[in-house]
């Protein structure tokens, strides 16, 4: 794993929102695509990233005993950018996976966006780590690709 590239181990095919979207949009998502983690951009930078985490902490209605129907209600009413975290912590594609999981380590960090010549090329998280040193091997991704943005 020292040697061992971000580039080699990241998913470049990253579902990213912008920072006007609606939450609501956000937590459907992460729902339906089972992931924990939304790098938001503007004009191809990253500027933020929600997690599942943002979506808890917004969540406060789910503590008070708040409905689903009204808790969707209540996401509706708010932007990506109320919840997102700022700034974001990224990781270039080059770097080892050493120092991509050492950051995430010290930064108390679930991801890394990656990104080259301030341009998003994919999302390094913490779940890839662990899926290398489980299996042993790097997956096979196939050819780099670009972003999806909804």
């Known amino acids: 794993m020292k040697n061992l590239k971000v580039r080699d181990l990241m998913t470049a095919r990253v579902t990213t929102l912008g920072r006007n979207d609606r939450l609501d949009v956000a937590d ?10 939304l790098p938001i951009v503007e004009e191809g930078a990253v500027v933020g990233i929600v997690s599942q985490r943002d979506l808890f902490r917004s969540g406060w209605a789910s503590a008070l005993g708040i409905g689903t129907n009204t808790r969707k209600n209540l996401l509706k009413g708010l932007m990506v950018k109320e919840v997102m ?13 050493a120092h991509a999981a050492r950051l995430m380590f010290e930064n108390k960090i679930g991801c ?32 780099a690709a670009a972003s999806a943005a909804l």
Do not use: C, M
Request: no cysteine.
């Open 85 to 97: 975290s700022e700034p974001v912590i990224t990781v270039d594609p080059e770097a080892t996976v």
């Open 28 to 37: 459907e998502i992460l729902a339906i695509r089972r992931i924990r983690h």
């Open 112 to 143: 890394l966006p990656v990104v080259s010549e301030g341009r998003l090329q994919g999302l390094l998280t913490e779940t890839d780590v662990l899926r290398y040193v489980a299996d042993g091997q790097a997956p096979s991704r196939g050819p």
